[in-house]
């Protein structure tokens, strides 16, 4: 079950083959700034997928920089991705194990052009339906979700055999265009992500993209 909603994830399908293990609490990562408050947007998310419990996303992005916080299983889970780098922190042990973004299809199938469609730390909520047009999603006509008007998209992906995921459903809010609900397979399994809020202009601390100084360090590196 763990799998089902960590494949969206991007710091989970990027971890390398050999690791660097630092005893010593980590200090800040250089370029992630100083705590200090600037706009960004922050946005929730329900993940679900056939026959496994939902999950709450709780996410921030400003500048290029991404944080998300949730509760899988009962444990705490902080995923920040900065500067070239993502992190994956572990809360209750102060563990952060960190990766070099990998850009490489090859190695990591998120990092084609479908990436921001599913992968949460790519989703822009803001510009998401100029994504999914860019993408080619068609527009199949006003629908009701939820008692909401919307405009539902469709897309199905055929020129990516190693991207994981296939025939996408998009739901926009008719009045702001914004999301609201994103459904797509992966081979037998649906998964669902339902945006419960989006704030465009929310106020962020810049020390959300830091990893705290008393986490220990592990390092993970590309062969």
């Given at each position: 079950m763990k799998r089902i909603?960590?494949?969206?994830?991007?710091?989970?399908?990027?971890?390398?083959?050999?690791?660097?293990?630092?005893?010593?609490?980590?200090?800040?990562?250089p370029g992630l700034g100083i705590a200090a408050k600037s706009t960004g947007?922050?946005?929730?998310?329900?993940?679900?997928s056939t026959g496994a419990a939902p999950i709450v996303w709780k996410n921030w992005r400003n500048e290029g920089k991404y944080r998300g916080e949730s509760e899988v299983e009962s444990n705490s889970s902080i995923t920040?991705?900065?500067?070239?780098?993502?992190y994956s922190l572990s809360p209750s042990i102060k563990v952060a194990r960190k990766?070099?973004?990998v850009l490489d299809e090859k190695k990591n199938p998120l990092a084609s052009k479908y990436g921001p469609?599913?992968?949460?730390?790519?989703?822009?909520?803001?510009?998401?339906?100029?994504?999914?047009?860019?993408?080619?999603a068609?527009?199949?006509g006003p629908a009701d979700l939820n008692g909401k008007k919307s405009d539902l998209y469709t897309l199905k992906i055929q020129d990516n055999p190693n991207f994981p995921w296939n025939n996408y459903m998009f739901?926009?809010?008719?009045?702001?265009?914004?999301?609201?609900?994103i459904q797509y397979q992966e081979g037998s399994k649906v998964h669902t992500?339902?945006?419960l809020k989006i704030e465009k202009d929310s106020k962020i601390e810049s020390d959300k993209f830091t990893v705290p100084k008393d986490y220990k360090l592990i390092e993970f590196e590309w062969d």
């Open positions: 909603y960590l494949i969206t994830a991007l710091v989970l399908m990027i971890f390398g083959v050999a690791l660097i293990v630092h005893s010593e609490p980590q200090t800040a990562s947007v922050y946005f929730e998310i329900e993940l679900s920040i991705v900065a500067d070239g780098f993502s990766s070099k973004l469609l599913s992968d949460i730390p790519q989703i822009d909520p803001v510009n998401y339906l100029t994504t999914v047009r860019r993408l080619g068609q527009l199949q739901w926009f809010d008719k009045t702001s265009s914004l999301p609201l609900q992500i339902k945006f």
